[in-house]
């Protein structure tokens, strides 16, 4: 795929086929995630399916226009920066493949078996595994190529917060069941049987709040791959950003001051291409596409997170790599409205034809006893809680391992027992997910280069 030129009609199709590719790994995290969001109100019959959905799927879209895209970017650049941009002009036609392709036949797998499984995880997974690929294409040290660090970050996230949502739902259904005696809180519903207006207010209430937090967690990471492409197909127009016109002096001046920090340390394997980055930023008279220049800020920005999180980096020189990177990233990490649009319409669509597996998984399979109203409200507003302050702080979580712990959580709150066997199905898919994603996207990646 490397021999394709960059304009030409192969490079162009398989860019479009790539685009078409992440519409539908949004719309199978529809499948999956957001039909977390609904689960409740539709499996208690406080709102008719295709209401349910209209509604998730607005505040979906209202949760992806105001969440930011800080979550978007935390995993663009678990890629190394040459995968980003390609130092010889083509598109990253082989790592969007990989990427989505891996994504998209997981999610796909587990879903077809009704298995709450996290997109998230999917989509870390392959970036992890073309990362991978990248070093063995090019021999490099694995240690020193990827960015573990960033890794690590991403994944004590995903680790950490489906144990709270299991602990802290299940605290505060017992909360809720201490604080009130209301019969219909706690009787599972039954099929065609309105629940109490009361009930019903609270369901809808706590659907919204999941779905407003999924918008601004998840629908971020759909905007991240969404321009991934984008700038792989019209690299011109969207390599940078196109509200933040590109000031080649201000670049240049943050390019001088970040030189001395990343040159002094050799713990990083991409240092020489940085600092020949940095060359190029600061020789002005040099001409320049914005493909070129985003590259070489990303070999800058990898470099300056190098720095940040070196043990031999002294406080004022980690701040100072800190203060760099935020004020190199405007001109790269950016989204339009559409990207932003188009990515929770995805979401939408999906959870409107999909949701009906996981809907039965989460009412009915995971406790001895069917789901009680408090039982969904108590896991999903901690759930909504979780969600809304990660996608705020910029770490990505999964929408469905918190939800499908916090429902197992208030089950065991509750004694209505767990269900063995789903729960082993579901842990089966949660610890599968990584190694079989980062395999099969790093064997992809290889091959295709």
């Not at 995968?83 to 036609?93: E, H």
């Amino acid at each position: 795929m490397l021999h394709f030129a960059p304009s030409s009609p192969c490079a162009l199709i398989l860019l479009a086929l790539c685009f078409l590719l992440v519409c539908l790994f949004e719309f199978a995290n529809g499948f999956h995630d957001t039909a977390n969001a609904v689960a409740t109100v539709i499996y208690t019959n406080s709102l008719k399916p295709r209401a349910a959905v209209i509604w998730s799927g607005l505040m979906n879209f209202l949760g992806v226009l105001m969440g930011g895209i800080a979550v978007a970017y935390t995993l663009v650049e678990l890629l190394p920066p040459d995968v980003l941009t390609p130092p010889n002009g083509n598109p990253a036609v082989p790592m969007l493949v990989s990427l989505f392709g891996t994504a998209v036949a997981w999610n796909l797998c587990t879903w077809w078996w009704g298995i709450p499984n996290s997109s998230s995880h999917c989509t870390i997974g392959a970036l992890i595994g073309i990362a991978i690929g990248d070093s063995f294409l090019h021999a490099r040290d694995l240690g020193h190529s990827v960015d573990w660090a960033q890794i690590w970050k991403v994944l004590r996230t995903l680790a950490i917060s489906p144990l709270l949502g299991f602990f802290l739902a299940g605290l505060l259904y017992l909360l809720i069941r201490s604080a009130t005696k209301m019969p219909a809180l706690f009787t599972p519903p039954k099929p065609g049987e309105s629940p109490n207006p009361i009930v019903r207010a609270l369901l809808i209430l706590t659907c919204t709040s999941v779905s407003f937090s999924h918008g601004s967690n998840d629908g971020q990471k759909g905007i991240g791959l969404i321009m991934l492409t984008i700038i792989g197909m019209m690299p011109a127009g969207y390599a940078m950003n196109p509200a933040h016109p590109v000031n080649r002096p201000y670049l240049a001046q943050i390019a001088q001051e970040a030189r001395p920090l990343i040159s002094q340390y050799d713990r990083y394997s991409f240092k020489p291409d940085a600092l020949t980055s940095i060359d190029r930023l600061t020789d002005l008279a040099a001409p320049a596409s914005p493909a070129e220049i985003r590259g070489d800020v990303y070999e800058v920005l990898s470099g300056l997170r190098d720095v940040s999180g070196n043990p031999a980096a002294s406080i004022v020189e980690k701040e100072t790599s800190t203060r760099l990177c935020k004020e190199l990233r405007p001109a790269v990490e950016y989204a339009p409205f559409w990207v932003r649009a188009l990515s929770a319409l995805c979401l939408g669509l999906g959870t409107m034809i999909g949701y009906r597996r996981i809907v039965k998984t989460l009412g009915e399979g995971i406790g001895k006893r069917h789901l009680t109203p408090a039982q969904g409200a108590a896991s999903e507003l901690m759930g909504a809680g979780l969600i809304a302050s990660a996608g705020y702080t910029g770490l990505p979580v999964s929408t469905t391992h918190i939800i499908t712990s916090g429902v197992a959580g208030t089950m065991v709150a509750a004694g209505s027992g767990i269900n063995v066997r789903m729960l082993t199905k579901i842990a089966l898919a949660w610890i599968l997910t990584l190694p079989v994603t980062i395999t099969v996207a790093a064997c992809a990646f290889y091959f295709l280069n």
